[in-house]
């Protein structure tokens, strides 16, 4: 069983930053790889961001590409979500998750088996 739990949302003006933090619990961290997820009111959840557990490699929906920054801290069991030049369609509900499925598949939220509860972060126009 692995817990994990969000935390680092807020109200942000546009074009500000944040960093959203996600730690882990129960069972090693490093033997899986970590993804972002959000969810707006009324939209379905979307993919953010992923990363391997070695941390070298990571994937990033084509909506934050460029803007958003995934990394991960195995010694503090902790994936982190760098975000600047934030949107107002930023808005959601953010999700860290673990997964070990094949990498290829990391995008997907099925292939995730773990889950936070998430964090909000809010984006004034």
């Known amino acids: 069983q692995v817990q994990l739990e969000e935390s680092g949302g807020g109200l942000v003006q546009a074009g500000g930053s944040l960093r959203l933090s996600c730690a882990a619990s129960g069972r090693t961290f490093s033997n899986y790889y970590m993804g972002w997820f959000r969810q707006a009111p009324g939209k379905e959840r979307e993919h953010v961001a992923a990363?391997?557990?070695?941390?070298?490699?990571?994937y990033y929906g084509a909506s934050v590409k460029g803007r958003f920054t995934i990394s991960r801290d195995n010694a503090k069991n902790t994936v982190y979500l760098q975000m600047n030049s934030l949107k107002p369609e930023d808005t959601a509900v953010y999700y860290c998750?673990?997964?070990?499925?094949?990498?290829?598949?990391?995008?997907?939220?099925?292939?995730?088996?773990?889950w936070g509860q998430g964090t909000q972060v809010t984006v004034s126009s």
């Open positions: 998750a673990a997964g070990r499925g094949h990498w290829g598949t990391s995008n997907f939220q099925s292939s995730y088996d773990y």
């Open positions: 990363v391997t557990w070695s941390g070298v490699v990571g």
